[in-house]
Structures are given as C-alpha cells and as structure tokens.
C-alpha cells in the first residue's frame, strides 16, 4: 500500500498536489461515511471498502510527513501499538505479553486507562483540554459532559421538565424526531442551532475549568 501511494505521490499531478491541510475535509468525509454504512446497516463489502478510504487517509497523510524525512507509515503503526501496550496493563505487560488475569469490570478499566492518560499528561489542568474545536456541537456537548463526569465534576442537573420530557423517549428514533423538530423550531426564529449550542459548551467548559468558583467537584 506505501509504495503504491508513493508511486502515486509522483507520477499522478492531483495526489501529488496533495496536503495535510487538502486531505482534512476528505479524512472527515471518509469518517462520516463509514458511520453512516455502521448506522443505516449497510451490507459487509461497503463496510470494507469505506474502512479501506479511511486507511487511505491514514497511509496518505503518512507519505506526507515521511516526503519531509518525518516519520512513515510503519511509525504510526509502531506508536499505536505502543501506546495501546502503555495504556491497557490490564492486558498487556510493559513487554507487549498477555497479562496472567484480567479485570473484570468495565469501570475499572476506565479507572486505570484515565489514570494512565493523567499520568502522561500531567501539564493538562483543564479536563476539557483536546476536545477537537471542530466536533459538531451536539458530539461537542456530550464530550464535554463525559469528561466532566470522569473528572469528577458535579454537572448542574437537567431542567426537571426537560428531563421529564427526555425520560419519555423510549427509543433514540424518538429523541432524534424530537431533536429535529427542536432545529425545525429554531429555523423558524431564524436561529442557528449549532452556533447557540456551541456557546451553551463553551460556557459550560468555561464554567467548570479549573479556578473557576463555579466548578464543583466529588470525590478526591
């Protein structure tokens, strides 16, 4: 696969003019794409063939920086597999062997792996830190709200009468009309869904970083 994206790099002008910054809208393009074939249950080839444009992607955007003496595909293989060996000693030892026992819960898991990324990432005070800006503001929203809960602060609790409402979907179809009706709403006042919730997290993250005298938390 490297050697057909060099070869590619340099005898076919339109990947050879390829950048970082060109490939993003296609990298995401290709992401949403295996998304909906996961969500509207589409058939195994085309699952295949959309996780093969992700790879594409991945093995472009590599060429790229091995082009500038950086670093090539096999390294970002290499760093994966590093850093999934680092990051789960539930299971591997630091050699990369099976560990003898497991854990066994879900919960603990999470435990050691958000140990681990603290551990890593000591200089990270803000719990929020590395949220991708360009997440839709809906993704965005519930990001946030996870890592809060993991960070162990105390969000506010939902409107009673949102919450009761929420509480009566019995299926995420249902959330999704109500979700769709809220944007078809707002359309009518001439307002931007997505811009309004994103100023609704930003205020929410701004609100619970640390040093802020709004920013509860539990536990130790």
Known sequence: MAARIAALR???PWVGALTHESLVEYLLEEAFEVAETIETGADEAELRGELGDVLLQVVLHARLAEERGSFGFDDVVQG??????????????????????????????VRKWDSIKRAEKQERGDPFEGIP??????ARAQKSLDRAGRAGITAAAPVPSVGQLVGAFATEDELGEFLFELAAAAR????DAERAL???????QDSHRPGH???PRTGS
């Open 10 to 12: 340099e005898h076919c």
């Open 80 to 109: 994966l597999e590093s850093k999934l060996i680092r990051r789960n000693p539930h299971v591997f030892r630091p050699d990369g062997s099976l560990q003898d026992t497991f854990p066994a819960s879900v919960a603990e898991i």
């Open 133 to 138: 800006q360009a997440l839709p503001a809906l």
């Open 188 to 191: 009518t006042r001439d307002f």
């Open 198 to 204: 994103r100023g609704a997290v930003r205020r929410y």
């Open 213 to 215: 005298p709004a920013t």
